[in-house]
């Protein structure tokens, strides 16, 4: 990996038992972005997914059918890029309704009866398959095929695991606006180097407005749990992050306000490819 930002970050501002600490929280992942000339092709946003013979087109019940986002071809990815449990061959195609069927419904992970509203398909390899065109009633996305290269991500400073090593395991912590002086530096230059975005396979989610991982343990508990409540603390670092996109103006997608799509899964999940229980959140 060459890619290696975020351990320069923790060895540059961090004395040493901090740093590793810090280190030991990182995960490869694999960064998606526009493929040039003569790149191997991993994924693909938009345009039109093969669906195994007889597969009828994802819908939302009583909403219409669900928008496709992308394809990721898991055998093509970077391996040192991707935990262990990750599917080595076969696709993943994920859809997710934007709207475009019944402006009035949207998907909410808070709320479980919209979780009809995004789905994962997990097609081993050698799935026989043919080309399904989208329902009339969507407009599909240009087609826009991505190249993958491994890099390091690091979890949010507001996770739970973040604050047991920086700040130890007395509670309750400080908010971080309460940060130790000692920590700000590094607190200032890691928001400084975590500011873009993008598409993304595997490792710490790159949140817009703050951890999804909490947002989906919220929604696990149904909001009956309040910041800082254990219970929810060990939910969230139950989930992991299956894959993020962007808005792309290329494809001509955007979530939400210039957002990011979020699926996250818990790893035994992953590693049963049970993608029916990822889960789907919004930021943007």
């Not at 973040?162 to 130790?180: F, N, Q, S, V, Y």
Request: glycine share 8%; charged share 25%.
């Amino acid at each position: 990996m060459t890619d290696e930002q975020y351990s320069r970050l923790a060895a540059e501002h961090l004395p040493g038992d901090l740093a590793q600490r810090w280190t030991a929280l990182l995960r490869p992942c694999a960064r998606l972005r526009r493929a040039e000339a003569g790149e191997p092709i991993v994924a693909v946003l938009g345009g039109a997914p093969d669906l195994p013979a007889g597969t009828a087109w994802p819908e939302w019940p009583g909403h219409g059918p669900l928008s496709f986002v992308a394809s990721v071809r898991c055998a093509a990815l970077p391996r040192d890029g991707l935990a262990e449990e990750f599917p080595r061959d076969g696709t993943l195609l994920f859809f997710c309704f934007d709207g475009q069927a019944d402006e009035d419904a949207f998907v909410s992970v808070d709320d479980p009866e919209t979780r009809a509203g995004a789905r994962v398909l997990y097609l081993p390899e050698n799935t026989p398959v043919l080309p399904a065109d989208p329902p009339p009633v969507l407009a599909g996305f240009p087609r826009v095929e991505l190249a993958a290269a491994t890099g390091q991500s690091a979890p949010d400073l507001w996770l739970p695991q973040t604050r047991r090593a920086l700040l130890g395991d007395t509670r309750p912590w400080p908010h971080p606006r309460d940060t130790p002086a000692g920590l700000k530096p590094f607190v200032r230059a890691f928001r400084r180097l975590r500011t873009r975005v993008d598409h993304q396979i595997g490792g710490h989610a790159v949140p817009v407005q703050g951890p999804v991982e909490y947002e989906i343990a919220n929604a696990t508990y149904g909001g009956t749990l309040a910041w800082g409540d254990e219970p929810l603390d060990q939910e969230a670092e139950r989930w992991v992050l299956l894959a993020q996109f962007a808005s792309d103006s290329d494809a001509r997608t955007t979530w939400g306000d210039d957002g990011v799509l979020y699926w996250l899964i818990r790893p035994e999940d992953l590693a049963a490819r049970r993608f029916d229980q990822a889960r789907v959140t919004l930021q943007g």
